[in-house]
């Protein structure tokens, strides 16, 4: 059993390999499938900057392409390169609604808290009214 503490400290370890001369900003992953497996992603910037991709998404596109689509959380933590991350670093819009197309309205965010260590939010929390066809 992964708890939502473990989920995020391998974000913390995803995060190390971030990629992010461009902005400075490292963000790491955690997504946990039902299946019990934990796929890790990181940012991955580009001098062109619009290729660059977030963390999140890295590891969605990771677990889709390996034919895993069932999720059960996803943990994310960001900050400056080379410092502790100590406040919450919730995904972009974008990565918001990449979730939304694979995962339910309840599917947990995990994130930091300054007071409990992690708090989860809901995909719903964060992308009410989200759009889908
Ligand atoms: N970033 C993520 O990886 N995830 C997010 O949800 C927000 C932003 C990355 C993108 C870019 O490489 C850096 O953080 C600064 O925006």
Same mark, same amino acid.
């Given at each position: 059993m992964v708890t939502h503490k473990r989920l995020y400290d391998l974000a913390l370890e995803a995060r190390e390999k971030a990629y992010c001369p461009h902005s400075g900003f490292a963000v790491g992953a955690a997504l946990l499938t039902k299946s019990g497996k934990v796929i890790l992603g990181c940012n991955i910037e580009n @001098? @062109?900057? &619009?290729?660059s991709v977030c963390a999140e998404r890295t590891a969605i596109f990771k677990a889709v392409s390996d &034919?895993?689509?069932?999720?059960e959380a996803i943990a994310v933590c960001g900050a400056p390169q080379g410092q502790e991350p100590d406040s919450p670093c919730p995904p972009c819009g974008i990565c918001r609604q990449v979730m939304s197309e694979f995962c339910d309205k309840d599917f947990p965010i995990i994130l930091f808290d300054p007071e409990e260590g992690t708090k989860a939010y809901t995909l719903e929390e964060l992308l009410p009214l989200s759009f889908s066809l």
């Open positions: @001098a @062109a900057y &619009g290729p &034919g895993e689509m069932d999720f």
